[in-house]
C-alpha cells in the first residue's frame, strides 16, 4: 500500500521565522516520485517540487528546501524566513510506478496549513 | 509550460439539478485526465480516472451513476454531477499527467455549492 503521512496538521508561525513541513510516505515501489504542492485561499493548487526516488540530494530554490531522505522514507520542505504569503495549505504527494502497472495516481498526504503571522 | 484549465470555477445550483464542468488541456494533448474532489480543510480524493475513447474508472465508493464523466475528446473531459444534493458541495479539480505520467498538471479548481 502506498501512503502519505503529513502529522501536522497546522502550523502557525511569526514573520521571518523558518519552519519544517514533514511529510514520511509508504511505498514498495523502488521507483518513485514525491511532489510538494502549495494550496493557497483560492484553492490552486501551485507545484513546487517533485523529485524521484534516486535522487537524495537536498534541494534548495530561493527561500524553499527538502530533504529527501530514503533511510527514514521522509521528503520534508524548510521555508526559511517565511513570510506572509507563505500562509497555505501544503501537500506532501507520492506517485509510484505500481509494480510497472503505471496506473500513476497521486496519492495526497492530509496537508499542512502552514500560517505566518505578520 | 502545460495548461489545464476548468470551467465554470465556481457554480451554485439548486438540489436535484445537474451541473457539468469542464476540463480542458490547453496546449497538450491528454488521453488521461483525474477527477479529484476536495472538501473543506480535507485532502485531494481522487475519483475517477478519464480515459478518451473508453470508459472512466472509478475509486471504490465513487456512484459513477452520479458522477458521469466524459472524455470527449484529446483534450477536454467533462464531470457531471447528476441529481445534485447539498453534500455534493465540493471542490473539484481536475489534472492531466505529464508526457512521463509522473508528474500531473492541475486545473484551477471548479467550487459547486448545492442549495
Known amino acids: 500500500a502506498q501512503k502519505v503521512t503529513q502529522a501536522q496538521t497546522e502550523i502557525s508561525v511569526v514573520e521571518k521565522e523558518d519552519v519544517t513541513l514533514d511529510c514520511v510516505y509508504e511505498t514498495r515501489d523502488t521507483t518513485y516520485y514525491l511532489f510538494w504542492y502549495k494550496q493557497p485561499p483560492s484553492g490552486e493548487l501551485v507545484f513546487l517540487i517533485r523529485r524521484n526516488s534516486f535522487d537524495e540530494q537536498n534541494e534548495i530554490s530561493g527561500r524553499y528546501s527538502w530533504n529527501f531522505q530514503k533511510s527514514t522514507s521522509s521528503f520534508n520542505f524548510t521555508i526559511t524566513a517565511s513570510q506572509v504569503v507563505d500562509s497555505a495549505v501544503y501537500f506532501c504527494a507520492l506517485n509510484g510506478m505500481n509494480y510497472g502497472g503505471a496506473t500513476n495516481k497521486l496519492i495526497f498526504g492530509t496537508g499542512t496549513l502552514l500560517a505566518v503571522q505578520p | 509550460g502545460a495548461v489545464v484549465s476548468q470551467h465554470p470555477s465556481w457554480v451554485i445550483c439548486k438540489s436535484g439539478t445537474s451541473v457539468k464542468i469542464e476540463c480542458r488541456s490547453l496546449?497538450?494533448?491528454?488521453?488521461?485526465m483525474f477527477w479529484y474532489r476536495q472538501f473543506p480543510k480535507q485532502s485531494l480524493m481522487l475519483m475517477a480516472t478519464s480515459n478518451e475513447g473508453s470508459k472512466a474508472t472509478y475509486e471504490q465508493g465513487v456512484e459513477k451513476d452520479k458522477f458521469l464523466i466524459n472524455h470527449a475528446s484529446l483534450t477536454l473531459s467533462t464531470l457531471t454531477v447528476t441529481s445534485a444534493h447539498p453534500e455534493d458541495s465540493s471542490f473539484y479539480i481536475c489534472?492531466?499527467?505529464?508526457?512521463?505520467?509522473?508528474?500531473?498538471?492541475f486545473g484551477p479548481g471548479t467550487r459547486l455549492t448545492v442549495t
Open positions: 489534472s492531466a499527467p505529464s508526457r512521463d505520467s509522473y508528474e500531473q498538471y
Open positions: 496546449d497538450f494533448q491528454a488521453t488521461t
